[in-house]
């Protein structure tokens, strides 16, 4: 029978994997070493920078909660939101929040299926990121429509009075995508948790904490049939949420897309939405991890090596980025259509040219500094330039959204925005609520996955026997 603490091979269930992936752990590590390293970040004393940072953030977390008592009892106009920008910070913020969710599934879906071993160190943060940022971004919807405790109209459900949704509006697809994203999501992260939580299981002396952890494990014992049983759960999982990372910011774009709007009338949206969505997500996904592999002592399990590889898939995705925006002023010009090439000019320069060129350097210069190997094997550079186009990735959904919206067709409509201090809170929040659930899952749940890291090392003689798990 196969022990908790033995190295399972991905393919046959058994045995130690080649020496090759200890390129991505440090060397002299045993699987219970492992183990032990990983498991204590959770087993061990709260630190007391954890409650610093979780009391902010739930300081936070209150200022969403009175944005969204004050939204409730005065209604969406105390956001800045007016006529002809019907669409404002409220869609800005989801489409952000949903574009730092792809990282998450890419690496756990994506990289699986292409067994890219280094996915091995941030899969398991990196989903629990994408199950956050999907739940700050649901709030936007929901609230935008001004009738919150009707948003189940949304959903195409039974009725005798003939309500039911627009199929043809993006809107409602939205609704469709984003769901199916999240508990896809949900189910991918919470089995590969399962081998985990049995390890919590059995490692924590407090009989609570062994209860709560047992019946997420649900009676997990690392036998043959559990190990064939899990594999293919999160197989057939993987398969499902890789055309998940393409579909749903290709459907987020087509809120946009299929619009007569200048500036949003495009066929490289899909493509370019999607490329800016992963770009986005591993730039959060650096933003939070070089910190916390220094609180957490954990350099031996994220080596510089990924974070050089996340930096180099950001450079990929930056560059694509890059082209959209390129062509997004090729097609302007060849277009010869009028409001085309009036909508790229006032991005230059309008009154919101300071927030178009900020982008231009987020999003286009700064990721440029990835082609240096110093810039990519720094960790305080490699922060830096994720951070940057953090920045960078909400400006550009600014400036798509509200640039179109203030000079469309008809110079009578054009009109002007500014975000009230309650836009601001309600963004604001959201920040917090997602630091907040990032701190509880890093302290009651492993931030790597423990089962995986023991696959990476190599051949070696483990220092003394496991017991055979009950």
């Keep these: 029978m196969a022990t908790l603490d033995e190295p399972m091979d991905a393919k046959s269930g058994g045995g130690s994997l080649s020496s090759s992936k200890a390129q991505f752990i440090a060397p002299g590590h045993t699987p219970t070493s492992v183990t032990e390293a990983i498991s204590e970040v959770v087993l061990q004393k709260t630190p007391k920078w954890w409650y610093a940072g979780f ?57 699986l299926l292409l067994r890219q071993d280094w996915r091995t160190s941030i899969n398991r943060f990196a989903e629990a990121m994408t199950l956050f940022a999907v739940a700050c971004a649901g709030i936007y919807p929901i609230l935008h429509t001004g009738r919150p405790w009707l948003a189940y109209w949304l959903m195409p459900y039974p009725n005798t009075m003939g309500l039911w949704p627009q199929f043809r509006s993006p809107l409602v697809w939205d609704v469709f995508a984003v769901s199916t ?68 910011h290709t459907v987020v774009s087509f809120d946009f897309s299929v619009a007569q709007l200048p500036g949003w009338h495009a066929t490289i949206f899909p493509p370019y939405f999607v490329a800016g969505a992963i770009f986005a997500g591993f730039a959060m996904v650096l933003t ?63 009154p919101y040219r300071y927030q178009w060129w900020a982008l231009i350097l987020c999003n286009g210069l700064t990721p440029q500094l990835l082609w240096f190997r110093k810039v990519r094997s720094t960790p305080w550079m490699l922060f830096f330039v994720a951070m940057v186009i953090n920045v960078g990735m909400w400006l550009e959904r600014f400036v798509i959204i509200v640039t179109s919206l203030t000079r469309d067709f008809l110079v009578s409509s054009w009109g002007s925005y500014s975000p009230t201090v309650w836009d601001w809170g309600l963004f604001v929040g959201t920040i917090g609520l997602f630091l907040a659930l990032l701190f509880l899952f890093l302290r009651f749940l492993p931030m790597i996955s423990i089962f995986e890291m023991r696959t990476m090392v190599p051949e070696a003689k483990l220092d003394k026997p496991h017991k055979e798990a009950p």
């Design 55 to 111: 009391g902010v953030s739930f300081l936070l977390v209150n200022v969403l909660l009175m944005s969204v008592t004050w939204l409730l009892v005065k209604g969406t106009g105390v956001w800045g939101n007016n006529v002809p920008v019907a669409w404002a910070f409220p869609i800005i913020n989801f489409v952000w929040w949903i574009g730092i969710g792809h990282a998450g599934t890419l690496i756990s879906a994506i990289l």
């Design 181 to 248: 994203y999240a508990i896809v999501s949900a189910l991918f992260w919470y089995t590969g948790l399962i081998p985990d939580l049995a390890t919590l299981r059995d490692r924590t002396k407090n009989r609570f904490a062994q209860v709560v952890y047992g019946f997420g494990a649900m009676g997990w014992r690392g036998t043959a049939k559990h190990w064939h049983n899990y594999e293919t759960a999160y197989l057939l999982l993987a398969g499902l949420a890789t055309p998940l990372v393409v579909s749903v």
């Design 288 to 350: 939070l991890t070089i910190p916390l592999r220094t609180l957490f002592k954990l350099q031996d399990f994220i080596t510089d090596r990924h974070l050089a590889n996340m930096a180099k898939i950001m450079l990929l995705t930056g560059l694509i980025v890059v082209y959209g925006y390129t062509m997004e002023g090729f097609f302007s010009w060849y277009s010869g259509h009028h409001d085309e090439g009036f909508m790229m000019w006032n991005r230059i320069t309008g």
